[in-house]
T-cell receptor, first 114, second 113 residues
Framework: KAGVTQTPRYLIKTRGQQVTLSCSPISGHRSVSWYQQTPGQGLQFLFEYFSETQRNKGNFPGRFSGRQFSNSRSEMNVSTLELGDSALYLC?????????????FGPGTRLTVT | AQSVAQPEDQVNVAEGNPLTVKCTYSVSGNPYLFWYVQYPNRGLQFLLKYITGDNLVKGSYGFEAEFNKSQTSFHLKKPSALVSDSALYFCAVRDGSYNKLIFGAGTRLAVHP
């Protein structure tokens, strides 16, 4: 079974631009979560989607948004990019939001903002 | 609020020796605990989880973890370390009923030949 895939793997953008990152979960997985990883802040939760609905959102500004499609694929968008948005963005999928289900992570998208 | 602490930034072990990577947690209610490993330029790989039941949890690649409720700890262990185990290890706790994981800062494991 194929793992979680994320596209693109690497991205370079300029301050003020916007970016869209894509995540395809493991087949059959319906829950998708996004995380930001930086050297200074570590791994931080961005948001969680299940059945096309955002169930939870982390402490990030409104410039960070996301959505989930009927096939469980998810996208996240960052508008008006800032230098501090440079990070590895990780997507994770699980069968459902239940407590016993572990999350499986994709390889991430490395975003560099110049 | 739920939190996880990994008190060691780095752990150094000789190949063939046992290894322990420490994790302590603070949660309200039942803890749902996880260990992940990250190799350079890769995402996180799931190693094992504690949901309920036996305090000794066995996971992938020969790793196991011991859940200790009285000490609020969930240390990762392996009887005999391999050089290929060198990586960044994260302990995490699930936040409530959501699929939100709260991660520790990570511990870099270096296994020397």
């Amino acid at each position: 079974k194929a793992g979680v895939t994320q596209t693109p793997r690497y991205l370079i953008k300029t301050r003020g631009q916007q970016v869209t990152l894509s995540c395809s979960p493991i087949s059959g997985h319906r829950s998708v979560s996004w995380y930001q990883q930086t050297p200074g802040q570590g791994l931080q939760f961005l948001f969680e989607y299940f059945s096309e609905t955002q169930r939870n959102k982390g402490n990030f500004p409104g410039r960070f948004s996301g959505r989930q499609f009927s096939n469980s694929r998810s996208e996240m968008n960052v508008s008006t990019l800032e230098l501090g948005d440079s990070a590895l963005y990780l997507c994770a999928s699980s069968l459902s939001p239940g407590n016993s289900y572990e999350q499986y992570f994709g390889p991430g998208t490395r975003l560099t903002v110049t | 609020a739920q939190s996880v602490a990994q008190p060691e930034d780095q752990v150094n072990v000789a190949e063939g020796n046992p290894l322990t990577v420490k994790c302590t947690y603070s949660v309200s209610g039942n803890p749902y605990l996880f260990w992940y490993v990250q190799y350079p330029n890769r995402g996180l790989q799931f190693l094992l989880k504690y949901i309920t039941g036996d305090n000794l949890v066995k996971g992938s690649y020969g790793f196991e973890a011991e859940f200790n409720k009285s000490q609020t700890s969930f240390h990762l262990k392996k009887p005999s370390a391999l050089v290929s185990d060198s990586a960044l290890y994260f302990c995490a706790v699930r936040d409530g009923s959501y699929n939100k994981l709260i991660f520790g800062a990570g511990t870099r494991l270096a296994v020397h030949p």
